[in-house]
């Protein structure tokens, strides 16, 4: 066995297979044990093998959620291909259905986990392609169990020609109908086998088509309807399950969940709901309209609520209706003429409570006017849609998901007194595409603990508070967003909190443009963050904040702060113009910039502070208005092919009894190097060799 693969120490061996071996490995960097998977090139398995492990850490590797086991490296050693990943911990789902050792409704809630980090894969364009039990890790190393999704060595990546659709590619008992019979797979592939996976946690590991012979299996696939559950292997479980199997299980794509972040909220209803039947069938064709003229068929909107049926469309004149309304069946509110024409106004209690599923709101303005902490549209329960419309509460948040209700907010605006405009509790959902969310007391976005909330080309800005707060084990997604001028920090993650920012601003705001504490985990891609009066990006306590392809320019404190144990890695940033330092590594904080320019602060561009150590690849600290790198005592720097110059007052300055930085590669120092003196002066030294 080797000491070392790439840069990683290898500690002892996890397992092996017929192509490769896992191994417990170590990054020394970073220090943190990961695993790593090898395979060696010209194995009997040849060229398609190595085909597949490249296809699995390129489709792995460019994928960041809490659900998909992530990819750090992948590298070629001397004629051994490795893939350095997260190491998880704990069983796969196999295991777990196998034993019955699990209680239904945790594995219900694994699989409704491993749907959403499926659906992210779906999102970035990837088919996995071979969904199973054994595909899906679950780590218990956190309060509660996270499903894992692994092994994407057969996935479908965007236009990629590694595999050619036509050849099956997978395990026979979880394809689809459809790609056993053209060879051609989807996401609605993946959804399908989802359901066989649902279909074997009901009836305790049996699988739903089944055969002597893989043909048969294949023959049952295609013709047959799902074996049948025994009644004991339902008895007591909510009825919406096996229709939930039935919807996934469906021969034709088009029958089966539109994605598989709405086959997650389809279990999690079934677990958290009743156990009864679903409701019946809306009325087809139904419509009530609300005049307050007297020219509909009510002048109010309760009594329209109470005589629609589901499925109603409930239309509404212009006008100002004083209600505060429950809708608990699933119609559709539809505000005619134009913007702010329709005001359903409440001075107590929300306007709206949502507590049905298949809730949709158009073209409303919901006007909270409570002194009390009620928000102005409150979603109970189900799942609602909310488009074109304004929203203002009084003391309260503007929008209210409450535990395991889910909300999609589309073009809406969020604004007035309020003390969030957004809110999502533990368990609930919440999407925004398109919003303004301006001008509250509070936060603009409010995820409390183990809340989820994905927003695209929104708006946050001009909030007195911050702009968008995850607690702990919350997730934010953000992409396209511009998060602008709030009286504290842009986006805020507390300990344990999660946040992915795409092509994002993060400007002028009171505080730091990103802070994240201890054991968050966030990463921007993309992202600008410039002209906050604190810091650009911090990290403290043992969280991780990664940047690729950043821009951070013109804070006013450093632009990158880390420490108390913080790790940060960089690739391909630029850091400039700061009023202050450019990257400030605090006492056992660890960095890795890699492609990094640092450039045009008024203090140095990289400080090492006691305790921290900072590792800088191929990047160019010039044209700074002191020195390139400043290293105090007991901290390491690591410079790799790096450019120093053009720096003011130097290039390095070390303090009195600081180390020599540590040069590899063809560094190419131009400026002084220097060290502090025991009278404060400084002197120049020789060149580090």
């Known amino acids: ?75 070629e050693d001397d004629g051994l291909y490795y893939m350095a990943m997260e190491l998880v911990e704990g069983e796969d789902l196999e295991v777990l259905i196998r034993s019955r050792l699990c209680p239904v409704p945790e594995l219900l809630e694994l699989l409704a986990q491993a749907c959403e980090g499926l659906a992210y894969a779906h999102g970035r364009g990837i088919v996995h392609r071979d969904i199973k039990p054994s595909n899906i890790l679950v780590s218990r190393a956190g309060r509660r169990p996270l499903a894992k999704l692994m092994d994407f060595g057969v996935a479908l990546v965007g236009h990629s020609d590694l595999t050619q659709q036509g050849n099956w590619m997978g395990t026979v008992n979880y394809m689809a109908p459809e790609y056993l019979d053209s060879g051609k797979a989807g996401p609605a592939s993946d959804i399908f086998a989802m359901g066989v996976i649902l279909y074997e946690i009901i009836s305790g590991g049996r699988r739903p088509f089944t055969g ?27 009825p919406g399950l096996l229709e939930v199997v039935q919807r996934a299980l469906a021969k034709l794509p088009a029958q089966r969940f539109e994605s598989a972040d709405a086959m997650a909220a389809a279990i999690r209803r079934c677990v958290d709901g009743p156990a009864e039947a679903a409701p019946a069938p809306p009325a087809a064709g139904q419509t009530l309209v609300v005049a307050k003229n007297g020219k509909g068929q009510c002048m109010s909107l309760r009594v329209a609520l109470r005589q629609a049926g ?72 189900g799942d609602a849609l909310v488009e074109d419309c304004e929203i203002a509460a009084g003391a309260g948040p503007g929008v209210l998901v409450q535990q395991h209700a889910e909300v999609r907010l589309a073009r809406c605006l969020i604004a007035g007194p309020c003390r969030a405009g957004l809110r999502v509790e533990a368990g609930a959902r919440a999407a925004a595409a398109g919003c303004r969310i301006q001008n509250t007391r509070g936060v603009g976005v409010e995820l409390l603990p183990g809340a989820h909330a994905a927003l695209e080309d929104c708006e946050v800005y001009g909030q007195e508070a911050g702009g968008v707060e995850v607690e702990a084990d919350a997730r934010a997604e953000l992409k396209g967003c511009r998060i602008t001028g709030s009286g504290s920090a842009g986006l805020l993650v507390l300990e344990r909190g999660q946040a992915a920012l795409d092509d994002c601003e993060l400007a002028g705001h009171a505080g730091a443009g990103v802070l994240a504490l201890a054991g968050a985990v966030v990463q921007l891609n993309g992202c600008r963050v410039s002209g906050n009066a604190g810091l650009g990006a911090a990290v403290l306590g043992a969280g991780l904040l990664t940047l690729d392809g950043c821009e951070l ?3 006013v404190e450093p632009a990158v702060l880390f420490q108390h144990g913080a790790t940060v890695q960089m690739k391909g940033c630029k850091v400039s113009d700061g009023q202050s330092f450019g990257v400030v590594c605090g006492g056992a904080g660890r960095g890795v910039l890699e492609g990094c320019e640092i450039y045009g602060n008024a203090r140095t561009g990289a400080k090492v502070e006691p305790g921290g150590s900072l590792l800088l690849v191929r990047c160019d600290l010039r044209d700074g208005r002191d020195t390139g790198i400043l290293l105090f005592e007991d901290a390491e720097v690591t410079l790799e092919e790096c450019v120093v110059h053009r720096n003011a007052r130097g290039g390095i300055l070390l303090a009195k009894d600081a180390s020599d930085p540590i040069l590899r590669g063809g560094n190419r120092i131009q400026d002084s190097l220097l060290r502090a003196r025991a009278d404060g002066g400084v002197v120049k030294v020789a060149p580090v060799q």
């Open 553 to 555: 320019k013109a804070n």
């Open 212 to 238: 002597e012979t893989a043909t048969s299996v294949l023959t049952a696939i295609l013709r047959q309807p799902p074996a049948p559950f025994q009644p004991e292997e339902v008895q007591g479980l909510n």
């Open 310 to 381: 589901p499925g109603c469309r409930i239309v509404v004149m212009p006008g100002v209706y004083r209600e505060s309304l429950e809708v608990d069946h699933p119609v559709e509110i539809i505000g005619e003429g134009g913007p702010s024409e329709v005001v359903i106004e409440s001075a107590k209690g929300p306007c709206l409570t949502l507590k049905a599923p298949g809730v949709r709101l158009v073209n409303l303005l919901l006007q909270g006017t409570s002194a009390d902490a009620a928000p102005a549209l409150l979603v109970a329960q």
């Open 1 to 75: 066995m080797r000491d070392k693969i790439g840069k990683f120490e290898i500690l002892r061996l996890l397992g092996q297979g017929a192509m490769g071996k896992v191994f417990l490995g170590r990054d020394p960097a970073l220090e943190r044990q990961v695993a790593v998977k090898t395979i060696r090139l010209g194995s009997a398995f040849g060229a398609e093998a190595t085909a597949r492990f490249e296809r699995e850490a390129r489709a792995a590797g460019s994928m960041n959620h809490p659900n998909v086991v992530t990819v750090f490296e992948f590298g």
